[in-house]
């Protein structure tokens, strides 16, 4: 469902992502690892349509986002790392915007239906500016589910969320998943991919350095039966920093 | 002071680390400035030494001239200070860590002091600093003069910031800090369109033309002015003016008050911080339901608005309509829209057409042609802050735009057709209005009303196309959006473009009119010329619609976000 063909993005001479092959079939929630500044969010946003990569191409659904943007956008979702609304907007408001730029027909349902589900009902008629992190971030993910998207791109889906919103979401995900949609999501929160994640790539400096299912990559860093935490330590040298 | 030293930091290495074309950009500014701050001096000076050839009444006229300038810096300070203090004592986001940190109350007060100061008071002091310098020149003023200004200027900025920061502590603890800055913005536009109609209705440029009293009791009356010896402007007039003259005076006296007055509003203004500074910090960040949002006729109205447009395109003006009429600092400018239209227009009905000396109709039709121009820039004026702000305006919600299935080309041709009209509305209002008031020939009323309405196509053009090739996703209030690069790149090209049709269509224009007035004839090479002329004006207006989208078009879909 997602394909990454060499792709790459330099930003004058550094070079953010270097040349990665990545390949998501449906259904899957694949976690998308890596230390801060590996190229994460740069190529999460090269998914959505945000970046021109430098070099290479990404497909979703089997549409060039490069050269088919509005067929690849039509089925994506996407949900970014810090939730900036347009604040002077009420939350259905916000919502019947975005189900016009999806061309949807009668959105009323499914935006009561997606309210509801997020907690939002009560907040419904209120302006964003007056929402919380985690509000917001939940509205945004409500507007990425709108349009029943059969990819869904996440960036960082925890940040902000209380316990009962970051359980709330977690079962979303894998309904999502069991359902035939696929999630590509970054995220520093390494028990959620354990708990989640089909399969996981980690990227480290711009490349992908491992990928695989938990045990794949545990096995990789020879510690098997071990927690991811320190499997990506030892995957992306973060555990000679801390013997330091 | 190192409360200071992130701000420091920040400017210095916004300055050494400019992106490649920065650099550029940062010489054209400086250019321009410097060839505003050059007309200012220049105008001044011209000014200056025309009122010291009048006899007797000069030295008075120039005197009279400073304290209206003293007194006008002396209320835009008074305001911007308040308007400042509002975002640097409760809006900026360096607030938490300072607050939370174990630095004194009384500290934070000193330091967002001479922040707020920097940045209330920078623009005034430059743009001040070529007229205080052409009275310098003009009057051959000594050292003295120099050395006096730099030490009334000093305090002569710290007292309207006491006082701008004290009015902004008690708002605030009246209203939660973003309700007080509504209605600061809501007051302050106010307060400046009834000045700037009053002035205008006043016609100072009858100070200097005596002529216009008929006695000299009159003239002498109508040049005293509202004078408060209680003012620090007074202080600093009385400071400045015995110096430029050489004259005795009390310098010394005037030059301790203002110092005296500013020390004291320092100390009374920390002492008043440590008490309500915190408290109302605290209920700065208090949030407000949504009124508005509830209101039915509000949505009703909205959606009017948005009904002329088809399918996406209709949802992104519906959005637009809203995100504008919720923003105070943003729907209180239809004032100033108003206050420069009602002016305008108030123009053409002061015109003394009974007292020139080429026929009244003649001149009429004229004016009228000139008046093609003017419109031109007063819908300039109006679209440099309403339409060139378009893109910017999706802010750091762009991302919603650009992972959407929109086309940037259908985005921006909504952002366009939405401001089009009203844009037209206004222009054909202005050029209709005004032409009747001067009482033009049919054939001038119609060549107005049909280059108007093509030139606004291209003014909105620009204004998008433009707006949306220099981008400024990140602001705190939309009125800063005009003032960068792009703006003025806006400005230059939007009156290349007026300066270019007004003049391709001059010579027409007036060959018909002539031959139409003097029962003339036109050949048919001359009918060739003339066709050849407004097809060129067609041209012209074609390339500015296509051409600055085209650009836009091209830079948005590059921008990375």
Known sequence: MIKLINLTKQYGTLTAVNGIDLEVPEGQVFGFLGPNGAGKTTTIKMIAGLLQPTGGSALVGGYDVQRQPLKAKFITGFIPDRPFLYEKLTATEFLYFVSTLYDMKDPKPRIAELLDLFGLNEWADELVENFSHGMKQRLVMASALLHRPKVLVVDEPMVGLDPRGARLVKDIFKDLAATGVTVFMSTHTLEIVEQMCTRVAIINRGGIIAQGSVEDLARMASMPDSHLEPVFLRLTGGDEQIQR | MFLLTPRYHGIKNRFSRLAP????????????????????FGVSFKVLSYFRTIEGLGDLLAIRLLSMVLITFFSILVFSNVVTSLSTFYLSGELDILLSSPVPIGTVYRAKFVETIADSSWMTLIYGLPVFI??????????????????ALVPFLMIPAAIGIGITMLLVSAFPARRAKDVLVLLGLLFFVAVYILFRMLRPEKLVDPDAFPTLVQYLTAMRGPVSPLLPNEWAEEVLAPLLRSAKGDVLFYLLMLWSTAGAGVVIGEWVCNRVYYASWSRSQEGRRAALSRSRAADRFFSL?????PGKMRSIVLKDAKLFFRDTSQWSQLFLLVALMVVYIYSFK???FERAQMPSFYLQNLISFLNLGMVGFVTTAIAVRFVFPAVSLEGAAFWIIRSAPLSITDFLWAKFWSSLIPLL??????????????KVTPFMMGIGVVTVFLMTFGITSLGVGLGAAFPRFRYENAAQIPTGFGGIVYMLAAMLFIGSVVVLEAWPVYRIFAAQSFRGHIPPSGWVLIGSSFL???AV?????????????KRLMEREI
């Open chain 2, 536 to 538: 060129l004006v067609l």
């Open chain 2, 305 to 309: 608005i948005s009904l002329p447009f």
């Open chain 2, 541 to 553: 207006n074609v390339l500015a619609l296509l051409l600055p989208m085209k650009i836009g078009l």
């Open chain 2, 134 to 151: 052409a009275y310098g020149a003009v009057f051959k003023a000594s050292a003295a003069y120099y050395a006096g200004l730099v030490l």
């Open chain 2, 21 to 40: 074309g920065d650099g550029l950009k940062s010489v054209i500014l400086a250019l321009l400035g410097l060839a505003f701050w050059a007309f200012l």
């Open chain 2, 425 to 438: 509305l206004l222009s054909e209002i202005l050029i209709i209005l005004s032409n009747a008031l001067l």
């Open chain 2, 350 to 352: 002061l015109l003394p």
